[in-house]
């Protein structure tokens, strides 16, 4: 009998390898034959997942998007102990950012798609889908820290949403270029967290709040 082809795992075989190209040598690296050897699989397979290298690109990016918008869930989802909102947005926008060491990789490649996505109609679809998906996400941690009087009550959670985004955007690139190092990107992430923090009542510690119920 023919061996059954698993092409969903062979897809994402494909676009790691188009992870590993552009962190290495970039965007203009990417070619189907490159990405062949480099995934270890023939030219013909790589054709018979993706017709073009632009339909293989978008692809690529769609993956990478949907990583970086699980690990920022799976951040909020991390811990049994119910955590402030501070610290949960914190965590979100270190996961947002790309600046751990062992993020590099998908920082590279981040910034590469945002890069090539201005001249690509597709590739910038994509990313407006996925730049709504994390500001929604930040604005439901935002009114969370509000509903529970942890944050500003006056804090426009839409806008500061927005703020928020574009500081992650930025601290991934001025990382990549060592403008930054990551400790000190961690620390600017925190402090805006903590910065939107409502001032503490009475001379007492301050608890955290419980998390709310995902759905």
């Known amino acids: 009998m023919p061996k059954q082809v698993d092409y969903e795992d062979r897809r994402r075989r494909i676009a790691e ?4 190209l552009i962190a290495r040598s970039g965007m203009e690296s990417v070619s189907l034959r490159d990405v062949a050897a480099e995934a270890r699989v023939s030219m013909g397979a790589v054709q018979r997942c ?3 290298k632009d339909e293989m690109l978008l692809f690529a990016l769609e993956d990478i998007s949907q990583r970086v918008a699980d690990r920022a869930k799976a951040r909020i989802e991390a811990s049994d102990t ?3 909102a501070a610290t949960l ?3 979100t926008l270190s996961a947002l950012a790309l600046v751990e060491t062992e993020d590099r990789t998908e920082a ?3 910034v590469a798609f945002v890069a090539h996505a201005t001249v690509s109609k597709d590739l910038a679809t994509v990313l407006r889908d996925t730049y709504a998906k994390l500001h929604d996400l930040l604005v439901w941690l935002l009114d969370y820290g509000r509903s529970t009087g942890e944050f500003h009550t006056e804090v426009n959670a839409t806008a500061e949403a927005h703020t928020l985004l574009a500081l992650t955007d930025g601290l991934t690139a001025q990382v990549l270029v060592g403008h930054v190092t990551p400790g000190d990107a961690r620390g600017v992430l925190r402090a805006c967290a903590e910065g939107l923090r409502a001032p503490r009542q009475g001379r007492g510690e301050r608890r955290d709040q419980p998390g709310p119920t995902r759905g």
């Open 82 to 84: 119910p955590q402030s």
């Open 89 to 91: 947005l914190d965590r």
């Open 50 to 52: 993706f017709r073009t």
């Open 108 to 110: 590279q490649v981040w």
């Open 17 to 20: 390898a188009v992870r590993l």
